[in-house]
């Protein structure tokens, strides 16, 4: 399996937007659950939101209707589109797939997910 690398941050006033992408070079993840993650100095690794490889979606409390999640089989991507950020929102954000589930996004815990690669930040002012 290859690494999800995650860009597209960057800085932004708070209600700003920003879209991260997410892609792997030379492996297909398009059976598997992904998920969008982020972490702050100091505090855990924490789920935002999981798509499953039927679409389904899942998503994290403090993004819920700001944030939504999507994937592009066909280009082996995987997306966030964030609206309406908060100071709260900043971290450094990471994408990853679900080491087991079939495709289907039974966790959102960030240790039952691998492939982890290099994040990006994003920076939000107020």
């Known amino acids: 399996q290859a690494p999800l690398v995650a860009s597209g941050g960057g800085s932004v006033q708070a209600g700003g937007s920003l879209r991260l992408s997410c892609r792997a070079s030379g492996y297909t993840y398009s059976r598997y659950c992904l998920g969008w993650f982020r972490q702050a100095p100091g505090k855990e690794r924490e789920a935002v939101a999981a798509i499953g490889s039927d679409g389904g979606e899942t998503y994290a409390d403090p993004v819920k209707g700001r944030f939504a999640i999507s994937r592009d089989g066909a280009r082996n991507g995987l997306y966030l589109q964030m609206n309406s950020l908060k100071p709260e929102d900043e971290a450094m954000y990471y994408c990853?797939?679900?080491?087991?589930?079939?495709?289907?996004?039974?966790?959102?815990?960030?240790?039952?997910?691998?492939?982890w690669g290099q994040g990006t930040q994003v920076t939000v002012s107020s």
């Open positions: 990853a797939a679900a080491g087991s589930g079939g495709g289907y996004c039974y966790s959102m815990s960030p240790h039952d997910f691998g492939s």
